[in-house]
């Protein structure tokens, strides 16, 4: 776990270095050290702009939508019992890209957050009501409603986007759908931050109440926990951190599904370390995703949601392939 926090500090502070400016360690240091009022010479005005205005907020973002998703992705494969479960799979993403899409086209994208975040909010309540109505709130039938909502929101966005989407406008809903982090501000960096600081924190508290998950809802009422209450707060739970994730960084795809089955090879089953440790790791993931897409085909910027898929499908299928092989 130290080391973890070690190579996420590092991440950051090189991460922040890489662009077409050439900012050294020590400058980011010394920018980051000024802003937080410690008694340090300040680097050069342009430096510190560069630092603290233009990477900063990206990287920190990054982090934290990295950091959220894997703990997300830990929670939903255990409650759901299924080892490809993600973040997205009852219906999040889809709500959330309808919502942004929406407020995309007819103009109004400050209000994306807000649109993303009640679109994944108003998901999250069509698959628990489409569960319940369907005989009650069991893994297998939430899957299934959240694959349902999830296919009916996506084709609601594939319609808007045929019918309406022009121009500039069809690159930038293509690119929010893809996910992507640039432009991050210090408010992108205040709301996934508390979301992870809150939400996340709560989420990886619950190592415990996963562990006795694992052994289904018989023994895990046998251990005392109360399975329906408690299931229902952690995919509550689940489902704000996502939309709060996806409302500042849309869809980024393979990060909370690969990074679980990554961290359980080196920390095994227990949830009490796999949860923390995911954080820790994927928030270093995205980040150097991030580094990558702004700077593999240099001027031009990738959606990171590329690269994570880029490198997520084989290094999943690698991992498929040496648990078979095991």
């Excluded at 205005?53 to 982090?63: F, N, S």
């Excluded at 993303?116 to 709130?137: D, N, Q, S, W």
């Excluded at 293509?174 to 979301?195: H, N, Y």
């Amino acid at each position: 776990m130290p080391a973890a926090c070690v190579v996420l500090v590092a991440t950051v502070l090189v991460a922040v270095t890489v662009g077409p400016a050439d900012v050294s360690v020590g400058e980011v240091a010394r920018s980051v050290a000024s802003h937080l009022g410690l008694a340090v010479e300040a680097p050069a005005r342009l430096v510190d702009a560069t630092v603290w205005e233009l990477r900063m907020p990206r990287v920190l973002t990054a982090a934290c939508v990295g950091a959220g998703l894997a703990i997300c992705g830990v929670v939903m494969q255990s409650l759901t019992r299924n080892p490809l479960a993600d973040p997205y799979l009852l219906g999040l993403s889809s709500g959330a890209s309808l919502g942004a899409v929406l407020v995309l086209l007819v103009g109004v994208a400050v209000l994306l957050p807000v649109a993303a975040f009640v679109g994944a909010t108003a998901a999250l309540v069509a698959t628990l009501a489409l569960a319940g109505a369907a005989g009650g709130l069991t893994p297998g039938r939430t899957v299934l409603a959240g694959l349902a909502v999830g296919q009916g929101a996506a084709a609601a966005t594939s319609f808007v986007v045929f019918t309406s989407a022009q121009g500039d406008s069809y690159r930038e809903v293509l690119t929010w759908l893809m996910g992507s982090v640039a432009g991050s501000t210090w408010v992108e960096v205040a709301v996934a931050g508390g979301a992870v600081l809150v939400l996340g924190s709560l989420l990886a508290s619950s190592g415990t109440l996963l562990d006795a998950f694992t052994y289904g809802d018989t023994a895990a009422a046998a251990l005392g926990v109360h399975v329906s209450r408690t299931r229902w707060l952690l995919l509550i739970g689940v489902a704000l951190l996502t939309g709060a994730l996806v409302a500042v960084s849309g869809a980024i795809g393979f990060v909370g599904l690969i990074l679980p089955h990554a961290v359980r090879f080196l920390t095994g089953a227990g949830h009490r370390l796999l949860l923390p440790l995911s954080g820790l790791l994927g928030a270093s993931f995205l980040v150097w995703s991030d580094t990558l897409a702004r700077t593999v085909v240099a001027p031009t910027e990738l959606p990171v949601g590329i690269v994570t898929a880029a490198v997520g499908a084989p290094v999943f299928a690698l991992l498929l392939w040496r648990r078979r092989a095991a």
